[in-house]
Structure formats: C-alpha cells, structure tokens
C-alpha cells in the first residue's frame, strides 16, 4: 500500500521536520523552496526540510541496520 497520489515519484518525496520531532510528509515537490511553500501551507512548524535523497539513504540505514523491513519497489 502507498501513501503516495496520483502522479507522485515515490523517488521525488519531500518531508518536513518539525520542531516536535514529527517528520511529517510534504509530497513530491520537485525542489526545496516548492517543498517550504507546501509545508508553510499545511502549517508546520519547520525545523528541517527533508529532501528524497536525505530520505531515501534514512530508509536505506534504517534498514540496514534491521530497525525496519525496506520494501521492494522494483515489483
């Protein structure tokens, strides 16, 4: 199951860092100030703006290390 919409690069995924310690999901939107814009829309409280790379190599040690199961997207 994904979270993703319509049209949305799983590859292309935007999160924000609240200043709560919340990551919360931006969306696919191709660049940090795109990305700043949609997480001032959606009111949150901003500490760090994480982009798909930074994210994906979270996934990869998170998973390397057993914390959690990566899925695999080449099916």
């Not at 390397?64 to 099916?75: K, L």
């Amino acid at each position: 199951m994904s979270n993703l919409m319509p049209g949305e690069s799983p590859e292309r995924q935007w999160f924000a860092l609240e200043f709560n310690g919340r990551l919360m999901p931006i969306g696919d939107c191709g660049d940090h100030e795109s990305a700043n814009e949609i997480a001032t829309d959606l009111d949150y409280d901003t500490l760090w703006l994480v982009g798909p790379e930074t994210s994906q190599d979270w996934a990869n040690q998170l998973a390397a290390r057993g914390i959690v199961a990566q899925e695999n997207n080449d099916e």
